[in-house]
């Protein structure tokens, strides 16, 4: 098993007043967000994707709340506007967006995947066109339903795969890079080398994840309850000038 107790590759920060001072603007915004959206519904009509659905200003605050970067590990930086992740009773259902098989791994191994790596072209190949900084969760309303899963260590075996297959090329080509093969095989080893965890956080409190941490989202339980709008998580993730960034930055 990966050594994961020194370095899990996430944290769970907070409670903090200012945390969840900002997640009550946020909820507020996120309500109207959704009352007003034409954002199809995925999954079944259980997933609300909801990229940039979020009116934060470019330093966070929302509807004149300051964003919490006190309460926070990270320096002040430029934010995109916040995804608004919404999942809903049943998460996740089949639908015509996805083939049997996506819909099983989306099932049964929690849509594991790696932000920025994104499936490009008509074979759907994998290359980092997103390198991120970090993924900030920030709880919207109390619910332990369909939590963020996320499997420690796994960041340090995808930085040994992905930093495998591209130093080959020049740094300048490792966002063109197919990385597909390599991917796969590395998820795989962090599915039997890794604990898979279940990653709860009510508002108030923040998640930080590692940007090459393998994470996913929980399925429904039959007993899992939520507000009538579903489980809502605000996710941030600026983006570094360069995959090489990306890849070598602790």
């Known amino acids: 098993m990966v050594n994961q107790a020194a370095d899990p590759g996430w944290s769970r920060i907070g409670p903090d007043p200012a945390i969840l001072a900002w997640a009550k603007a946020a909820y507020a915004a996120a309500l109207?967000?959704?009352?007003a959206t034409t954002e199809a519904w995925r999954c079944g009509g259980t997933w609300f994707v909801g990229v940039d659905a979020l009116p934060n200003a470019p330093d966070g605050a929302i509807n004149g709340t300051s964003f919490p970067w006190h309460a926070l590990p990270l320096a002040p930086e430029p934010l995109h506007r916040a995804q608004l992740s919404v999942i809903r009773p049943g998460y996740p259902r089949p639908?015509?967006?996805e083939t049997p098989a996506a819909f099983a791994f989306r099932r049964d191994r929690d849509a594991a995947h790696l932000d920025?790596?994104?499936p490009i072209g008509p074979d759907r190949r994998r290359m980092v066109k997103e390198p991120h900084a970090w993924i900030l969760g920030l709880?919207?309303?109390q619910t332990t339903a369909s939590?963020?899963?996320v499997w420690e260590g796994s960041h340090r075996i995808l930085r040994a795969a992905l930093a495998q297959a591209l130093t080959p090329h020049p740094p300048a080509t490792w966002g063109d890079i197919d990385l597909?093969?390599?991917y796969r095989s590395a998820r795989r080893e962090v599915f039997a080398t890794c604990r898979r965890i279940e990653l709860t956080a009510r508002p108030g409190q923040a998640t930080l994840l590692h940007r090459l941490t393998l994470h996913g989202v929980a399925a429904w339980k039959p007993d899992d309850q939520a507000p009538p709008e579903g489980r809502m998580i605000a996710y941030f993730r600026p983006q570094l000038?360069?995959?090489e960034t990306w890849l070598g930055r602790p």
């Open 32 to 35: 109207t967000t959704l009352a």
């Open 95 to 97: 639908s015509s967006e």
């Open 116 to 118: 920025g790596l994104l």
């Open 139 to 141: 709880p919207l309303n």
């Open 147 to 149: 939590p963020l899963t």
């Open 180 to 182: 597909t093969d390599a």
């Open 241 to 243: 000038s360069t995959v």
